[in-house]
């Protein structure tokens, strides 16, 4: 029996589950006494199934169907391991799992592969990306006609407003975060600090730094699935999508980020509150890639709902010192902690997908040395900047066009996530944003 199995003998299932490019988990439940099978051989289901419409339904033209019959990949786990399901009332345990050709090429259509690729090219130059992410989401009262901020536990009645860094809002469901920060402990992730944010039952949760891009990752995939099963536990629902709200702000996936050289040292401080050359060439990378990784970072018809001016998402290209109104923010404190907040990300990405986008653009500045233009100061909702693009269709055809993502993404994930999102575009065109936000709920 399985190591893991053994020290936890509980456990009556298994899951085992891959990121499609939605950031869905696609996966099997398999019988306990398959434990060792599944982690020595893997498992094989079709390519397809990580290029998958949000509906889960096939992309219709894409060749991963019917041109190549559909083919199987290998499944094989992750570095992590088993980890359990704390949301499920039966003991289950998942292994989170990547896709392979036969021959044991990466698939790159995988998103988590895309990501390893980044993280290889900073290896290759002796350097080690820094990662943390702040993730918000909205606790919900979904049962009605509308959504509804969830009544207290406690009291019973609804606190209609955005109540930020509020105590009483996070004790009003202080049982379900307890629980959520034991089912962290319990799955190794690092979750640290909570607040409540600006929208109606809306809060934030950090992930701690960590010098493996991929676990920061994985962390947070693991998170969006842990948070939302657990609400469901607590009687209602939770939502990273990027706007359920008309009225409130929406949800983000801010990024912290440094590099590391060979020796430990945060390539970003020169010893000065303005970092070295080398952040001012991350910051550029950035700052160029932005147009074109707009589909990873809005990949859904409601992500450009939370993208309007003054309401505390990004819509101008600039970055700046200490000043959230920025798409690019480097925040304060000491030199050796310098770092760059890349704050243009919905709650609502694959995080695989965010995370590399914006290392790749970082890595791709740092290797062109090209200096950004001057930081701005004051709001940037303000000023004449450029802006990105506003739309999904623009969205897709920036993503289409652009040289910097072809620098960070295999052609075969950029042709896999074009066909997807155009697929989707064309369907949600015909639904009302209610029935919209029904489909986004859960699966964002």
């Not at 890349?342 to 695989?352: E, F, I, K, Q, T």
């Amino acid at each position: 029996m399985h190591d893991w199995l053994k020290n936890n003998p509980e456990i009556r299932a298994i899951r085992v589950a891959a990121s499609d490019l939605n950031g869905v988990a696609r996966g099997k439940r398999v019988p306990v006494r398959f434990a060792d099978k599944v982690t020595t051989d893997g498992t094989r289901f079709p390519m397809s199934v990580l290029n998958l419409d949000i509906w889960g339904e096939d992309i219709e033209d894409s060749p991963l169907v019917m041109e190549s019959g559909d083919r199987d990949g290998v499944l094989r786990p992750t570095e992590r391991g088993f980890v359990p399901m704390p949301w499920l009332t039966t003991p289950t345990g998942l292994l989170p799992i990547w896709m392979y050709h036969e021959d044991g090429r990466p698939f790159m259509g995988d998103p988590r592969h895309a990501l390893a690729n980044v993280q290889k090219r900073y290896a290759a130059l002796g350097l080690t990306p820094v990662v943390a992410v702040e993730l918000e989401f909205f606790l919900i009262d979904d049962a009605g006609g509308r959504l509804r901020v969830p009544p207290s536990p406690h009291s019973g009645k609804r606190r209609v407003a955005g109540e930020i860094l509020s105590l009483r809002a996070l004790d009003m469901f202080d049982d379900f975060f307890t629980e959520l920060y034991d089912a962290c402990e319990a799955m190794d992730i690092p979750a640290d600090t909570a607040i409540s944010e600006s929208g109606l039952g809306q809060f934030e949760i950090n992930l701690m730094h960590q010098s493996d891009a991929l676990k920061a990752a994985d962390d947070a995939w693991l998170f969006k699935m842990l948070v939302k099963g657990l609400a469901r536990k607590h009687g209602f629902a939770a939502s990273f999508m990027a706007k359920p709200y008309d009225d409130y702000a929406g949800s983000g996936m801010h990024m912290h980020f440094s590099v590391l050289d060979g020796e430990g040292r945060n390539v970003f401080d020169n010893g000065s509150h303005t970092g070295s050359d080398i952040l001012r060439h991350a910051v550029q990378g950035c700052l160029a890639a932005m147009p074109g990784s707009m589909l990873i970072f809005a990949p859904h018809a409601n992500s450009y709902a939370r993208l309007i001016p003054g309401a505390h998402a990004p819509t101008g290209i600039a970055w700046a010192y200490e000043n959230r109104t920025a798409a690019i923010r480097i925040p304060s404190g000491p030199p050796a902690a310098r770092r760059i907040e890349h704050r243009l990300a919905g709650g609502d990405v694959n995080p695989y997908l965010s995370v590399a986008a914006i290392l790749g653009a970082a890595l791709n500045g740092i290797e062109d040395a090209v200096d950004p233009p001057a930081p701005i100061k004051g709001n940037a909702y303000a000023q004449d900047l450029p802006q990105v693009p506003n739309t999904w269709d623009g969205a897709i055809a920036a993503f289409e066009q652009s040289e910097q993502v072809a620098r960070i993404f295999d052609a075969e994930l950029i042709r896999n996530l074009l066909l997807t999102k155009r697929q989707e575009a064309r369907e949600m065109a015909d639904l009302t944003p209610q029935e919209q936000t029904e489909i986004y709920l859960d699966s964002v």
